[in-house]
């Protein structure tokens, strides 16, 4: 399949300044020179070329074109890059020039692949590709960065060291019937590896937040402003807002950009306890479900009338989820209904806000920043993904039984290097060295087209 000269548009589809089409494989020179004119016979590899895109003799845009010789590219082979306007027609018609001139669409992922298979990469690298381009903040941006140095292959590296200085030992006490040597031997470096992958397991809990970014859902009953809160937090009219309780029927769904991280913010519908209608309980019904995934709830109440039985309910729905309690329309507050808000929420900070006039909305993003706060320090942290997470827990998991059995007197070893041939094996595919064809193939498939 590396025969074929693969042509993808690696830029978003789309209007826009320019776009660049990219090629690879061994024809990727010669259908660029079909295409692009003037060019070389044998162009400089890595020089910006002038020229204009030729379809049948006619010039269809002026555009830079750019030869890579392998192995110095990114995948590895022979590439080509051209830069061209981004528009619609003229990049559709020059993808459909290149595959008459030979070239075949990529499929998704593919440059990165060949890369791997090229030995450019390993897979932990590949994935940290992807990764990067779908990283929901810049420390999420950073960890992947990392790992696309090297940083989880390093990491994984040094496990497999530890495991194969172990695997010789071994070998050599079966060899020698050293039982004894065995059980005796310092096993620190073992240890190390079972404490780095302790580390990294523990640090992907909050890679998960950085990928995907913070959820938080605007929970209530009906007709407290809800709707008004998230339009506020958005600067823009997004919701609808009405005096009519029940407005809110399905969950509407925004991000915010808050110090390099994305908080997802949710509208959910209100909450009462007798619905209007189907519609509306379907609503409600998704509603408990967003607040059930979310990282935590601003919980709004109103202030201008008497608390509900059904506030305290909903209260209750959240369970231990991280709150912020507000009360709402401060500016038609109501003494009584004021204190017993606070008196239902004993120990618990509640705040006046009008979600109208925009009074003291401060606190909503204090609390979020506080929230990102609470995330820590991730600049030493290693990104891993949810494929890599389960490779890494089984491998975790294998040397603690080499460590267990090596504890048995006396140590059994062919069972010891049974175990740590299983975990050599599992790191083999982490790095995609073993790796069977259909892992590879959902790996790369989760990638974009041209990447
Ligand atoms: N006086 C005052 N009115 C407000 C304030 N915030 C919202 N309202 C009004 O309260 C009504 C309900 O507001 P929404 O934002 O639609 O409330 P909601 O919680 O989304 O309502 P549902 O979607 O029906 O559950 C509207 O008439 C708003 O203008 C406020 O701070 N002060
Ligand atoms: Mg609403």
Redesign the pocket.
């Known amino acids: 399949m590396d025969e074929e000269t693969i042509v993808a548009l690696a830029t978003p589809p789309g209007r826009a300044g320019i776009a660049v089409i990219r090629f690879s494989g061994r024809r990727s020179a010669e259908i660029v020179r079909r295409i692009v004119r003037p060019l070389p016979d044998r162009p400089k590899a890595r020089h910006s070329y002038h020229g204009f895109i030729h379809d049948e003799g006619k010039r269809i845009d002026e555009c830079l074109a750019v030869i890579f010789r392998a192995p110095s590219s990114y995948s590895g082979e022979d590439m080509a890059e051209v830069s061209l306007h981004a528009s619609l027609f003229v990049v559709a018609e020059t993808l459909s020039l290149a595959c008459r001139c030979g070239a075949r669409p990529a499929l998704p992922g593919e440059f990165t692949y060949r890369a791997f298979r090229n030995g450019k990469m390993d897979l932990l690298q590949a994935e940290a590709v992807n990764e990067l381009i779908q990283a929901n903040s810049r420390a999420g941006a950073l960890m992947e960065f990392g790992n696309l140095e090297g940083r989880l292959s390093r990491a994984v590296a040094a496990v497999r060291s530890a495991l194969l200085n172990e695997a010789a030992d071994v070998e050599s006490a079966i060899e020698f019937a050293e039982d004894q040597h065995l059980a005796s031997a310092g096993n620190s470096a073992l240890d190390e590896a079972a404490a780095s992958l302790d580390a990294i397991l523990a640090a992907s809990r909050f890679s998960d937040v950085l990928s995907r970014g913070l959820a938080v859902v605007i929970a209530?009953?009906?007709?407290?402003?809800?709707?008004?809160?998230f339009n506020a937090l958005l600067l823009q009219e997004r919701?609808?807002?009405?005096?009519?309780?029940?407005?809110?029927r399905d969950f509407i769904e925004e991000t915010l950009h808050l110090d390099g991280f994305t908080v997802r913010v949710t509208?959910a519908?209100?909450i009462r306890p007798v619905a209007g209608d189907d519609i509306e309980n379907q609503g409600m019904q998704r509603s408990l479900d967003k607040i059930a995934g979310a990282d935590a709830v601003l919980f709004?109440m109103d202030a201008?009338q008497p608390l509900q039985e059904n506030d305290l309910e909903i209260a209750r729905r959240l369970g231990a989820k991280k709150r912020l309690l507000l009360a709402?329309?401060?500016?038609?507050a109501d003494e009584r209904a004021v204190r017993a808000i606070r008196d239902a929420f004993p120990g618990e900070d509640v705040h006046l806000?009008?979600?109208?006039?925009g009074d003291n909305l401060g606190v909503v993003s204090a609390f979020l920043k506080g929230l990102l706060r609470d995330l820590p320090d991730v600049s030493g942290m290693v990104a891993v993904n949810l494929r890599q997470k389960g490779l890494l827990q089984a491998l975790r998991e294998a040397i603690g039984r080499v460590r267990d059995l090596q504890a048995q007197q006396p140590a059994a070893v062919e069972l010891v290097a049974e175990e740590i041939r299983r975990a050599l094996r599992i790191i083999g595919e982490l790095t995609g060295e073993v790796g069977a064809d259909d892992i590879l193939r959902g790996v790369f498939a989760r990638f974009c087209i041209g990447k």
Do not use: E
Not at 220 to 229: A, H, I, P, Q, W
């Open positions: 209530g009953r009906v007709n407290v402003g809800k709707s008004s809160l919701a609808i807002v009405s005096a009519l309780p029940g407005t809110t509208d519908a209100g709004m201008s709402n329309k401060s500016d038609l806000v009008s979600a109208r006039n």
